[in-house]
């Protein structure tokens, strides 16, 4: 994989999985994400949704399901054990950013949240950070996404999110075997 569009499509999913907006909710956006899945080989019959559909699917599915169907973008939720936020996860996520001088709670976002996290991993795509990339996609992203999805899944959410959960999914998986091959 090329690695300047790698980050581009890491930071496509990372503004994807953000509370929606005039941005990632633009017809252009979802041609991307579009695009990114076809390039991926993940099938997809996602119509473009507007802006307000997205906001209520997304507040139900990542911050407040009143019945309890909803699965949390963040680390903390799924590592530990304890599905607390701002917990273990959210820890371990600042920890790997320190690494390299980051810190991306100036975002406003806790540092376990799933789009900071895939931003740190396109920094590390960036700076070809082979080393730190493989211990944060084995150590932590990939401790805590797989369970995430499932969860997402299970819950059947719009298509949209679920496409891009699958997409995701699919890009970390790649990205991490890719380093591994070029580690050993």
Not at 29 to 37: D, E, K, N, T, Y
Not at 74 to 95: C, D, N, P, T
């Amino acid at each position: 994989m090329n690695r300047q569009p790698l980050s581009h499509i890491l930071r496509l999913m990372a503004r994807g999985f953000s509370y929606p907006d005039k941005e990632n909710t633009s017809k252009a956006f979802f041609l991307a994400v579009r695009q990114v899945a076809d390039s991926l080989g993940i099938a997809h019959d996602v119509s473009a949704p507007d802006q307000d559909e997205l906001k209520e699917a997304y507040t139900l599915l990542f911050i407040n399901e009143p019945s309890g169907r909803w699965a949390p973008p963040f680390s903390s939720v799924y590592i530990g054990g304890h599905g607390l936020l701002m917990a273990e996860g959210r820890e371990q996520a600042k920890s790997f950013y320190e690494e390299v001088g980051l810190s991306p709670a100036t975002s406003g976002e806790p540092e376990d949240y799933l789009p900071v996290e895939l931003d740190f991993v396109a920094h590390l795509v960036d700076t070809e950070s082979k080393g730190l990339l493989l211990r944060f996609l084995k150590e932590h992203l990939l401790k805590w996404f797989p369970c995430f999805h499932r969860r997402l899944k299970a819950i059947g959410p719009h298509p949209y999110y679920m496409l891009l959960a699958d997409m995701t999914s699919r890009l970390l998986n790649l990205i991490h075997q890719e380093v591994i091959d070029e580690t050993t």
